[in-house]
């Protein structure tokens, strides 16, 4: 069974920094594109940055400069290092991996930006 689990987020002051790991597992077979998501306080979900087994990364323009994607195929983990974070950063951070075009979920991580 597949299984996609996330951690690292956490309460963190503005202009702080925070790195959040996902490792998926359950496969014999390699994931395909691996990425993050969050779910805003007013529900809106947004696609923050994925990247490719190959290393192609896509950000959301609110996180250029800011974030950072990362991957380890040989351990189906995934890592954000995000710096320089702002209070509307503050969401559920959700990781996403994709087996033969079928995106699995974690349950995800908060991430609160905050003085």
């Known amino acids: 069974q597949v299984r996609v689990m996330e951690s690292g987020g956490g309460l963190v002051q503005p202009g702080g920094s925070l790195r959040l790991s996902c490792r998926a597992s359950?496969?014999?077979?390699?994931?395909?594109?691996m990425g993050w998501y969050r779910r805003t306080p007013g529900d809106q979900r947004e696609l923050v940055s994925s990247?490719?087994?190959?290393?192609?990364?896509t950000y959301a323009d609110s996180v250029k400069g800011r974030f950072t994607i990362s991957r380890d195929n040989a351990k189906n983990t995934v890592y954000l290092q995000m710096n320089n974070l702002k209070p509307e950063d503050t969401a559920i951070y959700y990781c996403?991996?994709?087996?033969?075009?079928?995106?699995?979920w974690g349950q995800g991580t908060q991430v609160t930006v905050s003085s």
């Open positions: 996403n991996a994709y087996l033969y075009s079928h995106p699995h």
């Open positions: 990247i490719t087994n190959g290393g192609t990364t």
């Open positions: 359950g496969s014999r077979f390699s994931f395909g594109t």
